[in-house]
């Protein structure tokens, strides 16, 4: 493994899909020869066989705190070693051929820019694409307002800006993306592209999947917080909209799947 990498992915997962982790190791191998990467999986100690199996994928491996998801990114994040750039890999999530070079490019070509994103595939279990979300810059203007259209697979953050807004808030546990999209935003441009960069695993295991009655609540809260004052009484307006379009679209796509 290269003594300075560019790019840190932290890929935390509990170690319950290794079939899945392994396909998001080797999409990340699959990028090595067009950028340098180092990857750090986040995982329980008592998951010997699967750190085994992931420890094949040149990687460095990183007790999960056991506190929730975004303390298991934070002690990822905690292990940088002078990376420029960083990005959450689920372990059912994969990139698609030269989607980490696509987005460093969008970084080290604007200066101001603080995250860079592009399009993502939602597959199910099978690899089968449900949808493509290919929101552009919309997803950087609905952001905070509407729903939140920039998935973390496909988004790539500077990481000195990162750092300078807090990491992610321990206290959340199911959009702790959207509050550090939000806190970003404060700091500097979203570039963006519609080529498909990476494939979202969408299946009813997913966090955000599994409960989005408790992610609308929490993103709400969120997106609350980050409003000014004076719009604040103004946000029922459109945020309840906004949650049961966002409902009604994760029930169809699960009817679809099924």
């Given at each position: 493994m290269a003594d300075q990498a560019d790019i840190l992915v932290v890929l935390p997962t509990l170690g319950d899909r290794p079939e899945k982790l392994v396909r998001a190791l080797k999409s990340v191998d699959a990028q090595r020869p067009d950028v340098s990467v180092r990857v750090v999986v986040v995982i329980p100690e008592d998951k010997k066989d699967v750190i085994a199996q992931a420890k094949a994928h040149q990687v460095d491996i990183v007790?999960?705190?056991g506190t929730g998801m975004?303390?298991?990114i934070n002690a990822g994040l905690a292990t940088r070693r002078g990376e420029q750039f960083y990005i959450w890999l689920g372990d059912d999530d994969y990139y698609q051929p030269g989607g980490l070079a696509t987005l460093r490019d969008m970084l080290l070509a604007d200066d101001h820019a603080v995250v860079a994103y592009g399009a993502c595939d939602y597959v199910d279990d099978g690899g089968d694409v449900l949808w493509?979300?290919?929101a552009g810059?919309?997803?950087s203007v609905l952001i905070g307002k509407g729903p939140n259209l920039v998935p973390?697979?496909?988004a790539m953050m500077r990481l000195d800006a990162l750092e300078q807004v807090g990491g992610y808030d321990e206290t959340l546990s199911l959009v702790m993306d959207l509050d550090v999209l939000l806190k970003l935003k404060k700091r500097?441009?979203?570039a963006h592209t519609t080529q498909v960069v990476s494939a979202f695993g969408w299946h009813p295991d997913s966090l955000t999947v599994n409960d989005r009655k408790k992610s609308g609540r929490e993103a709400r809260m969120v997106k609350r917080r980050h409003l000014p004052a004076p719009l604040r009484i103004l946000e029922p307006l459109w945020e309840y909209?906004?949650?049961w379009a966002s409902l009604l679209a994760a029930h169809t796509l699960n009817r679809k799947r099924n």
């Open positions: 007790a999960d705190p975004s303390a298991a493509t979300s290919k810059r919309l997803a973390h697979p496909a500097g441009r979203f909209p906004v949650g």
